[in-house]
């Protein structure tokens, strides 16, 4: 069974760092596109970064320019480097990989808090 195991969460100012990792276990993690996604409270979860196989990378437009997404397959580990934080980036923050995110599969995810 897949297992995602986000960490790296937590309380920083506005303008400040945080990188998040997320572990995946139980699945061939280097044939798999992965993502970044985060759900702030009352929204909708949205998909703000995603690596595909070659290590190209996708923003949001939200976030361009301050957020970093990398993967290292040796590890099956996936990363989000998040400079310049401001208040709206504050969510709970989720990896993942297409083919769950269509069944509806996720970890528990990590909060991220930015205060002003």
């Known amino acids: 069974q897949v297992q995602l195991e986000e960490s790296g969460g937590g309380l920083v100012q506005s303008g400040g760092s945080l990188r998040l990792s997320c572990v995946v276990s139980?699945?061939?993690?280097?044939?798999?596109?992965m993502g970044w996604y985060r759900q702030a409270p009352g929204k909708q979860r949205e998909l703000v970064a995603l690596?595909?196989?070659?290590?190209?990378?996708n923003y949001v437009d939200s976030v361009k320019g301050r957020y970093t997404i990398s993967r290292d397959n040796a590890k099956n580990t996936v990363y989000l480097q998040m400079n310049s934080l401001k208040p709206e980036d504050t969510a709970v923050y989720y990896c993942?990989?297409?083919?769950?995110?269509?069944?509806?599969?996720w970890g528990q995810g990590t909060q991220v808090t930015v205060s002003s």
């Open positions: 993942n990989t297409p083919s769950l995110v269509a069944i509806g599969y």
């Open positions: 139980g699945s061939i993690f280097s044939n798999k596109a």
């Open positions: 690596i595909s196989t070659d290590y190209s990378a």
